[in-house]
């Protein structure tokens, strides 16, 4: 025994602790196979390595299902994006806001034509002119698109935010990360959504969750 504990090489004791230190790491937490290698130790000591999107974001026509569904019927994928990145409540509301928008924008431009129709079919005066009513019912309805469509903007940044905190995604961190998350929601929502949308089902099938801790390097932001 003592002539086998002495062909021991001396890097056996720092190799097994490290195998050990790795085998106590949650199995969904590894990184997936397309990102990189790098990251810094969370809460718990563990490496939380940096993820990338699945593809840039005006390269929407790299997933054609997911480009067509955020198109067609924006709703379903912020909901299902919220709900793979656990933020189901985010979710819920944010596509309830969305349904809300188009339904109230579709009901402004029914009304207005119907009103429109209804005028010229009782005077051939081809001037229209609102009407009182019509002009309180159509500010008000305004004033509540806009308001819907300025929480759909934040709730929006607020999900892309937390997807990049909690899947450690990107290199930018603090405020950088920020400026550019709200100017992609911003500028395009619909390719920021799809983006998210395409990430969050790579991540699904690669069997990625949501760290439980944020990593150090976001905590102190």
Known sequence: MGKLESEIPPSYESATANDGMASTSHPNEMPPKYSPVSGEPDAAGQIRAERIWSHEM????????????TLLCPCVP???????AKLKRIGIALALTTCASVLLSLLIECLWTYQVSTMAGNDNETEIKETPAMSFTSKCLGSL???????????GLYLRSQIRRR?????????????????CVFCCYSCALCQEFSTM????KEGV???AYPPMAMQHV
Request: with cysteine.
């Open 201 to 204: 089902k790579k991540f699904e």
């Open 78 to 84: 912020e909901y299902l994006t919220a709900k793979a």
């Open 58 to 69: 005006f390269f929407c026509f790299s997933d054609i299902s997911s480009c067509l569904m």
């Open 167 to 183: 899947f450690n995604i990107g290199l930018g961190r603090g405020v950088s990360a920020d400026l550019e998350d709200a100017a």
């Open 145 to 155: 698109v806009s308001c819907l469509a300025i929480s759909r903007f934040l709730m």
């Open 209 to 211: 969750t949501p760290y």
